[in-house]
């Protein structure tokens, strides 16, 4: 008598870029392919699928933990397909996406996306997946340069943008009412007294050294911290001295820039108008740069 056969097992794979703690999303995109499952595999399938979940993670990769333990199952475990709400939930990159499906398909696991209708187990299917994760990349690389432009030009308001702040400088928040009456709030550099000395003694301590390592030496003999309370590295200090914010606004750090193919929003004689030291938020309204 043949054993009987193990069947296959239905693997349903979920993602949603931003955590919010609720997983409105996930717990949705998860109900609809259990429902898929059981319309077309039968109800056994569905009570019995694999779920793997990542919320706050981008489709730009496949540097997710639970879609790598989904792909390592799936060397020991009998996968019959993978579903997902959409394609992209995978992946926004044609790259990726392309290499997993040549995967899956040598090893017989089929790929299917509920929302678009595409199924790998058919050549029309793997065609206009294809196709469709074209798309979705342009999609993805569209909004990219769109918020990278728009940042460029609120750039040019010389506002600090955001991250963290420089070792000298604080975010402060700015309001202003306009012609018609609104409130538009900006940020600007708001300098630390006792934190610029620091960052003034970093770069006398390197320019006379000439080397990281003594500079780092210096700062921890001299108990000297960063911003958060811990010791310097030679990387934070490196990432001190070559931060343009420290640059003064003159005809020296125009030429550097221009040599450097970065381009300058600002007149060539504004750059002139700003008094000598250092005056970060100062470049920040004159020299507003693009590379």
């Known amino acids: 008598m043949k054993p009987k056969d193990t069947p296959k097992q239905y693997v349903i794979y979920s993602r949603k870029s931003k955590f919010t703690g609720k997983g409105e999303s996930i717990e949705n995109q998860i109900e609809l392919c259990r429902q898929y499952i059981a319309m077309h595999f039968g109800e056994d399938a569905s009570e019995n699928v694999l779920v793997y979940e990542d919320e706050g993670f981008s489709g730009g990769n496949l540097e997710r933990p639970q879609f790598k333990k989904m792909m390592k199952d799936s060397q020991k475990i009998a996968?019959?397909?993978?579903?997902?709400?959409r394609f992209d939930r995978i992946s926004r990159n044609i790259g990726d996406f392309a290499k997993l499906i040549e995967d899956l398909g040598d090893r017989h696991i089929d790929f299917i996306s509920i929302?678009?209708?595409?199924?790998t187990s058919s050549p029309m299917g793997r065609a206009m997946m294809y196709i469709a994760s074209v798309f979705?990349?342009?999609?993805r690389e569209t909004i990219a340069e769109r918020i990278r432009d728009n940042m460029h030009e609120l750039s040019k308001t010389g506002r600090w943008l955001g991250g963290t702040?420089?070792?000298g400088y604080a975010s402060e928040s700015l309001s202003s009412v306009t012609v018609d009456g609104k409130v538009k709030k900006a940020c600007k550099l708001k300098p630390i007294p006792e934190e610029i000395q620091l960052v003034k003694t970093i770069f006398e301590v390197?320019?006379?050294t000439g080397s990281l390592s003594k500079t780092d030496q210096?700062?921890?003999e001299h108990r000297c911290v960063t911003?958060?309370?811990k010791q310097f590295t030679r990387f934070a200090i490196r990432g001190i001295l070559t931060n343009p914010v420290y640059m003064i606004a003159d005809e020296t750090a125009y030429?550097?820039?221009?040599?450097?193919n970065v381009d300058l929003f600002a007149e060539r004689a504004a750059t002139w108008r700003c008094c000598p030291g250092f005056c970060a938020a100062a470049n920040a309204a004159t020299i507003c740069a693009r590379s």
């Open 165 to 167: 702040t420089p070792t």
């Open 255 to 260: 030429q550097y820039l221009k040599e450097n």
């Open 136 to 139: 979705s990349q342009l999609e």
């Open 79 to 85: 996968f019959a397909a993978i579903v997902v709400y």
């Open 218 to 220: 210096y700062l921890l």
């Open 206 to 208: 390197f320019m006379e």
């Open 115 to 119: 929302r678009e209708q595409f199924d």
């Open 227 to 229: 911003k958060r309370g």
